[in-house]
């Protein structure tokens, strides 16, 4: 017998809910954090190994295309904490049920944003 399944999904008629979205988001960040180590790892190196070194990354940190690497390290940074600790609280019981967990990933993802945006300002 012929099971009926959908043969093909289409993934933008599915609502996500925010508690769905702040996970996901929190393995993005992850990601992009394995790839912001390298970078700050050479900029560290680079300073590091002579004056001249340290003048040339002072002279990329005065472009508009590092300023924002630097903002996106710092924002996945930012992200990761916040919602590491949000799921560290819902690992002690708290903040589980559906409408708690949503609630808490409203409020991690605007805290993100308020703090990127410093953070932005803050580099420009």
Not at 35 to 45: E, H, K, Y
Not at 48 to 69: M, N, P, R, T, V
């Amino acid at each position: 017998m012929k099971k009926q399944r959908p043969v093909n999904i289409d993934l933008t008629t599915i609502k996500m809910h925010p508690a769905a979205n702040a996970s996901i988001l929190h393995r993005i960040s992850g990601v992009i954090m394995v790839f912001a180590i390298g970078i700050l790892l050479w900029t560290l190196s680079t300073s590091l190994s002579s004056a001249e070194g340290f003048a040339q990354i002072q002279g990329y940190l005065d472009s508009f295309f590092f300023k924002f690497i630097i903002l996106g390290c710092l924002s996945a940074l930012t992200y990761h904490i916040l919602a590491g600790v949000r799921h560290l609280f819902m690992d002690l019981g708290h903040f589980e049920e559906l409408a708690s967990g949503n609630m808490t990933a409203k409020l991690v993802i605007a805290l993100w944003l308020v703090i990127s945006v410093v953070v932005g300002v803050w580099l420009w």
